[in-house]
């Protein structure tokens, strides 16, 4: 068994998401194993489990992933996850990946492959609620995808959103009010608000919105009626229903499950599309074990490793 400390700096971000957007196409025809994520709750945060199996690239394994929030003020990353790699033939573990940069990447690539399908335009403005590490992946992964000619940042702290605006300087970037961002093309957020903070008068006609935050029971970043408006697109019904940006809204009968619009999956293989140039999309992403193996494969490709004896 090999252990790969961290990921292979040389990985590709374009190759990153035309991995993630296959793993997708293999969800929407059905081609794959993957149960939905099973939580584990602690007093400040929460531990998640991500078993699945992707025969198309003959990879199986589990991610197991944390969220605690208030991690950064402990100068910890809010996300860290292991991926354990197992051999599809015999079940023998093959190798253990840190996982945690490319969980980021991996989740950028999901935003990435939904607003190239999903953006009714190539030259878009990017709107950004939160400014932590997914909303940089985000920004990265999307810019292979679109021409972004924009980007405007708002986070509870302005220091963060310039900090943000500092790692793209060839791109206009703006720290900006809250309404302000939510004046663009795509909009990404990336919060882990349980209360909505994206409010409905504040979205246009035409937008795509890429939801990340709410990956948890009670989280919600969005006002429920923007749902109403939009065609929700989403990584796994099952995962949306318990733990996406419907969550709530579903569970308070405000949303039901039977208004979803389809999967992403559906999406990439040209079975569901937006109606027309003005439809409001949301993709409610919550994270997939298919997109890990996906990514885990590239990262296990000639990296630098450790050996671990295992029988």
């Not at 986070?155 to 004046?183: Q, Y």
Request: glycine letters at 8%.
């Amino acid at each position: 068994m090999k252990y790969f400390p961290t990921p292979d700096e040389k990985i590709r971000l374009s190759e990153v998401n035309r991995a993630v957007e296959a793993a997708f196409s293999e969800h929407g025809l059905g081609n794959v194993q993957m149960p939905p994520k099973v939580y584990v709750t602690f007093p400040h945060g929460d531990f998640r489990t991500m078993p699945a199996y992707l025969p198309a690239q003959h990879i199986a394994g589990v991610k197991v992933v944390n969220v605690h929030p208030a991690n950064p003020k402990r100068d910890l990353p809010t996300v860290m996850s292991l991926t354990i790699i197992l051999d599809v033939d015999t079940g023998r573990p093959e190798a253990i990946l840190n996982s945690t940069r490319l969980t980021d990447l991996r989740t950028g690539a999901g935003g990435a492959v939904a607003a190239k399908y999903l953006s009714p335009k190539k030259d878009v403005t990017l709107g950004l609620i939160g400014s932590g590490r997914q909303a940089a992946a985000q920004v990265e992964a999307i810019a292979l995808e679109l021409n972004v000619t924009g980007v405007r940042v708002w986070s509870r702290r302005e220091e963060h959103s310039e900090a943000i605006c500092k790692r793209f300087p060839g791109l206009d970037c703006k720290a900006v009010s809250i309404e302000k961002a939510c004046d663009c093309d795509i909009l990404v957020t990336t919060t882990p608000s349980r209360n909505p903070i994206v409010m409905n008068e504040w979205i246009h006609e035409g937008m795509h919105i890429n939801a990340i935050g709410a990956d948890a029971p009670g989280k919600e970043e969005l006002d429920p009626a923007i749902l109403r408006r939009a065609l929700v697109f989403v990584d796994d019904p099952a995962q949306a229903v318990h733990s996406g940006e419907i969550n709530v809204p579903v569970s308070r009968g405000l949303y039901s499950p039977g208004e979803i619009a389809g999967t992403l999956g559906e999406v990439v293989l040209g079975k569901k599309r937006r109606n027309s140039k003005d439809q409001i999309t949301v993709f409610d992403s919550t994270g997939l074990g298919i997109q890990d193996l996906a990514i885990a494969d590239i990262a296990m490709r000639d990296a630098e490793s450790i050996d671990l004896p295992f029988p």
